[in-house]
């Protein structure tokens, strides 16, 4: 059993940063991909980034790519999502989870196991 808790979501204007966390408990973290998934106002949950057990392979989706990192302390037993460059699109309920994830470039939420209960984030214009 793992459970995640997300923080750092908040209210910034375009162009600004932010940076995500997500604790998670328990002493298996490294052996879960993680990954950050997004809900914006009026539609569904969509897969944002995902970063294997080691950290060291990664995945974007397109509209973030080039602007948001994501990476994982397994000491600490934490996973981040470095946002720069926000935009208004960007607007949503960010999700972590946590899943034992064999190909890392799915976007599925049905491979993940475990979920945060999310940390607003809203970009004004």
């Known amino acids: 059993q793992v459970q995640l808790a997300e923080s750092g979501g908040g209210l910034v204007q375009a162009g600004d940063s932010l940076r995500l966390s997500c604790a998670a408990s328990?002493?298996?973290?490294?052996?879960?991909?993680m990954a950050w998934f997004r809900q914006a106002p009026g539609k569904e949950r969509e897969f944002a980034a995902a970063?294997?057990?080691?950290?060291?392979?990664?995945y974007y989706v397109n509209s973030v790519n080039g602007r948001f990192t994501i990476y994982r302390d397994n000491a600490k037993n934490t996973v981040y999502l470095q946002m720069n460059s926000l935009k208004p699109e960007d607007t949503a309920v960010y999700y972590c989870?946590?899943?034992?994830?064999?190909?890392?470039?799915?976007?599925?939420?049905?491979?993940?196991?475990?979920w945060g209960q999310g940390t607003r984030v809203t970009v004004s214009s």
């Open positions: 970063i294997s057990r080691s950290g060291g392979s990664t």
């Open positions: 989870a946590a899943g034992r994830v064999v190909v890392l470039t799915t976007t599925l939420e049905s491979e993940y196991d475990y």
């Open positions: 328990g002493r298996t973290f490294s052996s879960y991909t």
